[in-house]
């Protein structure tokens, strides 16, 4: 039965054999049965022990590893030795994978519990999998072999996928060191990208993407290495960090997979480091495979703190800011990880790079990480030894890199620039950078082929600039139209610390459509000039020093002499000298505030410029008027106005430029509309800066007509009316106005200015009808100071709304202080009409008969009855 089935099973196409013909070759029926035999055994466990001789004596490896899969256990003590290949591995306790590492078994890493192995274990079945036969079996390719059934060479039939997989996988959660395998590792990878019939190559090639061979090459080799960082990265959150040796092996092999055969030299004993061996190969120039942004962010990761042994990580920083080709993620770990360290063993690393490499060596990442770090005055020097031997295009890209690592956002000043004495070295570089722009020069003049300029440039070029000296530049960038005063400009020269004249300079290139949007940055620097900083060391001069500073634009040179000592950067080449004022050098003292009255007299003498030069031959009078009121309405301004002798300049001198016609009203000392508008502004601006003007000088300065009933409108009392002391001023000039749009509130915050005011005119004010219950306080705070007509007037209006008995008593009180004639005169039932029903016999008996003499009232007889 069992032959039957063995041969209905090897032979699908005859159910039965009739005829000896029909028979198989004799080698195929043996192998067609053992085959029927392990399958057997596969569900029938039980027959394991009367199989398994059979099959290991007619078997294939095949058949022998099917049948060992189906053991009841795994023993190698049945096992004949020549068939140990093929042995349960994952079954396999400690002692039987020894046992087979000890007879050259090649145990296979995907087929072992590995994590649970002990660490001797571990590393025995890593060193068989690193060691020089077993990378040399992996790198060279396999000759065909013939299918024999005995051959232990090729028992095994390992697919290299699951080889080298697991080796990448397992080997960095091994439980001791991992340093030699890592390095095995990445020297199997590197060795299989440079050997062109590798099976490495072949396989890396066919896990790889990409339309070519080159780009699939690169993609595989990417992805073997994220296994390998991946599966360190679970080692170090197991709790194992990286000590500097594997730090080294690691980044060093990854970093250049071309040169770790010498790695693996280097952790087998010999001299070369993985450091030695990436640097090696940047001298010589050799292409290498380089990580990608994944694998560069899993090895950024790796730098900070809590991956590696932060007490020795120094050398790996070192290692890492001396060497081209790192991502920038991978550099910024490196950077933070080093200002982590302490301050000598940071100096010592910082030290260490500039001393290793000769000049133009080291890398323009690491360059560019000490130039924006503060350092002290010898590794300044140091730095600026290497700085010096750059050619003109690693500035370039050294200026890109400072660029780029800054915000793009105007608003936001930059933080990663040159510092200390460094920064020296870089202004003018920036400032050429910023003026040069992106893109093709422009020709024919046409503003569409212009460069783009890139503002980080420029806002570099102030931080690394002495507040002082930006002035100087931008006059010469104005002054050789090579930059206009734009906003980018202006933002510039917010930080500078201008001189008058040099403030003076500026605004002169402020065109007239660009005085609205100047305005704020001009009275601001006015107000900056004009303020003292305490304990800011600044720059301070007196104009005598001679500065010239001088670009040619067209080769990005530029030079700057000072005092007559020419300091020239970049080629020979013309140059366009332009005079500038300068300050003397910084000396310690506090900054002096310079004169708010002449730096006002400059702006005002720009402005009178420009109206007779641009603005009257072009006829845009209203141009410069609505200028003069935005400067008076200004808060700046207003802040600015607190001085007398500043309030004195400009209610003389900002009138005189107000553009107004020849009219009749001027020939009869009146103001014309316009003037009289700047003039109430800078009223207005002075009152609200605590300045105070009196009736007269009023009439005066506005021109007022005495005989005028109005002579101030509702809208110019409003600008003026700023405060309760400025409202009296006003009502001696224009009562009506003032009481009609300001006369409650003015009585509201000084009951006794009722007092000052004439009858008719303070009963004039609606709000004392008292009509709305909002007003009754104030209107009974009134009474209480006004004369005795005009307070029993209002007395009388605020019984008739309130009928209370507090008002009843103002009311008495007021009807008994006023003359005999007066009370004659009002006749309370009248006036009282609305309300008499109901308060009649109360104000009769309070009010009327109190204010009667006794020898004048009638007689008890007449009286009604109950009166």
Sequence with gaps: QCRAAVMAAWWPSRAHWTTSAQQPPAAEAEAAEVRALVALCARWPGLYARAAPLVWEHGSARDVRALEAHAPRSSLDSLPRRWWHCAQFAAADEGALRALLDAGVRVPLARVRFERLSWPTQRALLEAHTDERALRALEQPIPPRAATHDDPERAL???????????????????????????????????????????????????????????????????????????????????????????????????????????????????????????????????????????????????????????????????????????????DSALRAMLRLGHEERRAVADSLLRANLPGELPLQTLFSLAVSELDEEMAARVRTHLAALSKAEWEEL??????????????????????????????????????GEGAPPTGGSAAAARVRDTRFLRLFVACTEPARIGAYALALLRTQRHALDEALLGALAAAELTPAELEAVIEYVQPVQWAGALEWVLGRVHHMSAPLAGRRVALGDGSTGV???????????????????????????????????????????????????????????????????????????????????????????????????????????????????????????????????????MRASWLAGGRYTAAELVRELGLRDKSPNPLSAAEVARLAVDLPACKVLAKVALSTVLRTHGYWMISQDAAFAAELPEDALLSIRELSAGNDAHWPVCRDVIAHVKPAAALRLAVALYRHSCEQRDLELLARAHAAVDPFTRKQLWLPTELAAVWEAVGTDVQRVVIDAAVPDGERLPNTVLPAGE
């Excluded at 105007?410 to 570089?429: I, N, Y």
Aim: glycine letters at 10%.
């Design 399 to 436: 200026l890109s890199l400072i660029g780029a690592a800054n915000p793009t956002d105007p608003a936001r000043a930059p933080h990663t620039h040159p510092r200390g004495v460094l920064r020296a070295d870089f202004s003018e570089r920036l400032l050429a950078r910023y003026v040069k």
């Design 157 to 331: 039939d390992e697919p290299l996928s699951e080889s080298l997989g697991a080796l990448l996988d397992l080997a960095p959660l091994a439980r001791g060191p991992i340093t030699p395998f890592l390095s095995r590792a990445l020297a199997l990878l590197s060795g299989g990208g440079s050997a062109s019939e590798s099976p490495v190559r072949n396989w890396l090639v066919s896990t790889g993407d990409g339309l070519d061979e080159g780009e699939r090459l690169s993609s595989g080799w990417n992805k073997a290495v994220g296994r390998l960082l991946r599966s360190v990265r679970e080692r170090i959150k197991r709790g194992d960090t990286l000590h500097s040796r594997e730090q080294l092996v690691l980044f060093g092999g990854v970093l250049d997979g071309r040169e770790m055969g010498a790695n693996l030299r280097e952790a087998d004993g010999q001299q070369q480091s993985p450091a030695g061996a990436a640097m090696a190969a940047d001298a010589a120039g050799a292409p290498r495979a380089r990580a990608d942004a994944t694998n560069s962010a899993l090895l950024a990761d790796m730098l900070e703190a809590k991956a590696v042994d932060p007490l020795h990580v120094a050398e790996l920083i070192r290692f890492v800011l001396r060497t081209r080709g790192w991502h920038h993620a991978v550099r």
């Design 548 to 682: 010239a500073v001088g670009f040619d634009f067209g080769r990005q040179e530029y030079s700057v002499r000072l005092d007559g000592v020419a300091n020239h950067a970049g080629a020979a080449g013309a140059e366009r000298a332009v005079s500038a004022r300068a300050l003397a050098p910084l000396d310690g003292r506090e900054r002096v505030a310079h004169d708010v009255c002449e730096l006002l007299r400059r702006v005002l003498g720009v402005l009178a410029r420009l109206d007779r030069h641009m603005l009257q031959p072009q006829g845009q009078a209203s141009v410069m008027n609505t200028l003069l009121v935005a400067i008076a309405q200004h808060e700046l301004m207003g802040a600015m106005l607190s001085g007398a002798e500043v309030r004195s300049l400009m209610r003389t001198e900002l009138p005189k430029l107000v553009r107004k016609p020849a009219t009749r009203a001027d020939a009869a000392g009146e103001v014309a509309p316009a003037e009289r508008r700047v003039r109430i502004e800078v």
